[in-house]
């Protein structure tokens, strides 16, 4: 199969996926919504939190909260896409593809490309939404960019987590069952308050999770400005992400392949 | 032709007996659900113990505010996750009123010749003997993070009556909803509406820490009086929001009210139903 | 006490919007009477029957049950009839036991008879050995005999019967009629809706037939049957006596088509003439080795309201 086939195949995957989001409002009006929703709340409530001591120096919680609103909207709406792949699976469309020549790693990517697309817009849409609120982003266009690529990684990564999951199971209901374990390493993590300002175990926990150096990393993006740490943080842990899922999704593609 | 007037002229009190009996026919009903369907319930008792721990673990700083009313945020998050598991217990019996609408067996109950009120009032014993089993289980689980009822027993039983109160308000409104949506609509916009009213109260930090709309809006949302009595055996003792009527009565009044309008919009909706 | 008409519907309408489900209907159904009420899917049927059984509150008209009005007397209508209904609506979480327990409690039946009450129907069902096991484990026959004896917790006057074998196999679908007809020797008025004809034929003193909201045809199925024709006598013989019978035959109707040495006649005089055509036959000598008399079927009936065949269309 020649490259070029194998490029229009996942574009047209990938027009299908992104199409299968955005005719679907009932999924995309609250990824969008409640983490505003959420920044609204947490400003209005935890605005005098930020002279605690160990909080970091920032203009307002909402400038701190701008991160915490990415990664919380791009984690939910990712569920969106992995859940569409079950569906596939469960009606048969997915068997379809697979029985078509097309190569697997240009399917799985292609039906990915939509959430991928849809957590950069999510990215984008809520920077610009706190922007008029006097939240400002230090490192400039630059860091706005770099929040908005993040933001699509984060999502195909934990899209090809979940299809791992999907594809395992074949059901949208397992898919949608790994949501609350979401929740758990969003919770027990940095994204909504500083570790710094945090003790014991929980302390802990937050330190081993990965999602505190992410959020980290968009975080101080928007704080203290562009630096190479930042953009480390905030790009290269969401691909360790997609690659782990794509190599889980790929084994379970194959084992599904083989076992029939 | 006279056609059995004596059929229906049973006296008052029998009438009461079968109301009592017919709502416990179906409150047993709904209890026995939580020991065959747990992946029903079971969520609903993880979600009080994951807010207590999450909440307190992530915000646990914020007692370091100026004017904290305790200084243990196990002790200020613990009855924030009892309400909102309480108020999970309520509109979990919405879901399951849903279940069997779209099944067909509710047919069965409303064709049955119980009272209507048994039909509501079933259910809620069901989602009050639900909140008690959240009460009890997060309760002992908060003793181990290290919670401290400063008012005693006494805060114990105002937690109590709060978390029965956001279960009765929770159960007519869900029940009220499924009525009349009869589709899972239903339980989005229950599990929706029910999140939103109860953070739109001090659910993090004190009414006077709040600020912006959230501080005008949590003012005078009535839920925020029943968090008030839900909390106030746990803060410290010279906290203004210590246990004492000024802090009860409030928060009663809410239960009271907001009870009454859910049940009449849940009685309402029942007779929707043949329409 | 007795009503002669425990089943009236008069002038009876439903609308949902603009779409007339169930328009203008009169119904009588008489005392210790099986009524059949046919009908494609989408008629009415069921429409009819959820107002009847309080479920559904009418746009016009009125109907009373056991001689309570379904709308103002609703709860009297309740405490007199017994329902099964469509699709067996049971909650697969419960045991048979726990059901009836629960039904009997909804009743109002002593707490001192419930149990025995429960233990009684669920013999009459045959199913006393799965009375502990949860109804989700229950076949397609035990749902629906759980669901008869539910309806019958209180000794319902007057049964309604929502397409109560509606895909069972034969066996349980055979099995089922037999109760039924059991109930109805014991004094139960039963209203049965069905799409299955030979259901309505087997079973019912009276039938109606319902479509587009509207009753098309009521009365009784022989009366119905012989309305749209008369049956055909098939008389086999050896092809040398064909003629003769053919010239015997020709007497009692008009002649039809059949098969290989074969004759048909349509009775002019319907089934009752059968034991003359015999008579004639023997005396010109003629030696029958088969002989077959075919009723029209509700089906014609169906076909000639409606237009359209039921049967086919949904088995």
């Known amino acids: 199969m020649t490259v070029a086939i194998a490029t229009r195949q996942t574009v047209a995957l990938t027009k299908r996926s992104t199409l299968a989001i955005l005719r679907q409002p009932v999924l995309i009006v609250p990824s969008l919504v409640f983490p505003l929703f959420f920044a609204a709340l947490s400003a209005s409530s935890f605005s005098k939190t930020t002279r605690l001591p160990g909080f970091p120096k920032v203009d307002s919680f909402l400038q701190f909260t701008l991160a915490s609103t990415v990664i919380q909207g791009v984690l939910f709406g990712s569920i969106t896409g992995a859940a569409a792949l079950a569906t596939d699976i469960e009606g048969g469309f997915f068997d379809r593809l697979l029985a078509a020549p097309t190569a697997r790693t240009g399917i799985l990517i292609g039906n990915l490309m939509g959430s991928a697309l849809f957590g950069a817009a999510q990215s984008a849409i809520f920077v610009f939404a706190l922007l008029p609120f006097g939240v400002r982003v230090e490192a400039g266009l630059l860091g706005i960019g770099a929040m908005i690529i993040s933001g699509g990684l984060i999502a195909l990564g934990i899209s090809s987590l979940m299809s791992a999951v999907a594809i395992r199971t074949g059901s949208a209901e397992a898919v949608q069952g790994a949501f609350p374990l979401l929740f758990v390493l969003l919770f027990f993590s940095s994204v909504f308050f500083p570790r710094q300002t945090m003790h014991g175990t929980y302390k802990t926990i937050a330190t081993i999770n990965p999602i505190s150096y992410l959020v980290e990393g968009i975080r101080s993006l928007v704080l203290d400005g562009f630096s190479g740490l930042a953009i480390a943080q905030a790009i290269l842990i969401p691909i360790g992400i997609c690659v782990l899922g794509f190599v889980l999704a790929l084994t379970e593609l194959r084992r599904r392949l083989g076992a029939r | 032709m006279n056609t059995s007037s004596m059929a229906v002229t049973s006296n008052g009190d029998e009438d009461e007996s079968s109301t009592i009996r017919s709502s416990w026919g179906l409150a047993v009903r709904g209890l026995r659900n939580i020991r065959r369907l747990p992946s029903a319930f079971v969520p609903a008792m993880l979600m009080p113990v994951f807010t207590t721990i999450a909440f307190s673990g992530t915000f646990a700083a914020i007692t370091e505010l100026p004017n904290f009313p305790t200084s243990r945020s196990v002790n200020w998050f613990m009855p924030l996750g009892i309400c909102f598991g309480s108020a999970f217990a309520g509109v979990g019996l919405g879901f399951s009123a849903i279940r069997d609408i779209e099944t067909g067996f509710y047919d069965r109950l409303r064709m049955s010749p119980t009272s209507r009120w048994s039909l509501i009032i079933g259910p809620l014993i069901a989602a009050w003997s639900r909140a008690i089993l959240i009460c009890v289980f997060v309760i002992s689980l908060g003793f181990v993070l290290g919670v401290r009822f400063t008012a005693g027993v006494t805060g114990v039983a105002t937690l109590v009556a709060a978390s029965l109160g956001i279960a009765t308000i929770c159960l007519g409104w869900g029940l009220g909803l499924a009525f009349r949506f009869r589709d899972m609509r239903g339980a989005a916009l229950m599990q929706l509406s029910m999140f939103v009213a109860l953070y739109l109260t001090p659910a993090q930090v004190p009414l006077p820490l709040t600020t912006g709309w959230l501080h005008a809006v949590a003012r005078i949302n009535p839920v925020t009086n029943i968090l008030r009595l839900a909390r106030q055996g746990l803060v410290s003792k010279s906290s203004v929001d210590s246990l004492s009527w000024a802090n009860t009565w409030g928060g009663l009044v809410a239960i009271l009210g907001m009870s009454i309008l859910a049940l009449i919009f849940a009685k309402r909706g029942l007779a929707k139903l043949d329409k | 006490m007795t009503l002669q008409h425990p089943i009236v519907a008069e002038n009876l309408s439903r609308h949902f919007g603009d779409l007339k489900a169930v328009d203008g209907i009169n ?55 017994g329902v099964a209904l469509q699709d067996a609506a049971i909650d697969p979480l419960m045991t048979g036991t726990e059901l009836l327990q629960l039904q009997a409690v909804l009743y109002g039946i002593p707490a001192n008879k419930m149990k025995s009450r429960a233990g009684e129907l669920l013999e009459r069902v045959g199913l006393t050995a799965a009375g502990d096991r949860r109804v989700g484990t229950y076949s397609g026959g035990m749902r629906r005999r759980l669901d008869l004896a539910l309806s019958l917790i209180h000794q319902p006057t007057v049964l309604f019967l929502d397409e109560p074998t509606a895909g069972l196999d034969p066996m349980s679908r055979i099995a089922l009629w037999d109760e039924v007809r059991r109930l109805n020797s014991e004094g139960t008025t039963v209203m049965l809706t069905t799409q299955y004809l030979e259901e309505a034929d087997q079973l019912a003193d009276r039938i109606a037939i319902i479509d587009k909201g509207q009753i098309v045809r009521e009365g009784q199925p022989r009366v119905l049957k012989s309305s749209v024709g008369v049956p055909t006598l098939i008389v086999n013989v050896s092809k040398e006596q064909l003629e003769v019978a053919t010239a015997v035959l020709v007497t009692f109707g008009e002649i039809r088509p059949t098969g290989d040495n074969a004759v048909g006649v349509g009775l002019r005089q319907g089934a009752q003439a059968v034991t003359d055509v015999v008579r004639k036959l023997d005396e010109a000598g003629v030696r029958v080795s088969h002989l077959e008399l075919n009723e029209p079927s509700l089906d014609d009936v169906f076909a000639e309201a409606t237009g359209h065949r039921l049967e086919g269309e949904t088995q």
């Open chain 3, 27 to 81: 119904l009588s159904v008489s005392e210790g009477e099986i009524f059949g009420f046919l009908g494609p899917n989408g008629a009415g049927k069921s429409t009819v029957v959820r107002m009847l059984t309080t479920l559904l509150r009418p746009t016009s008209g009125t109907a009373r049950v056991a001689g309570f009005d379904v709308v103002k007397q609703a709860d009297s209508v309740r405490r007199s009839i």
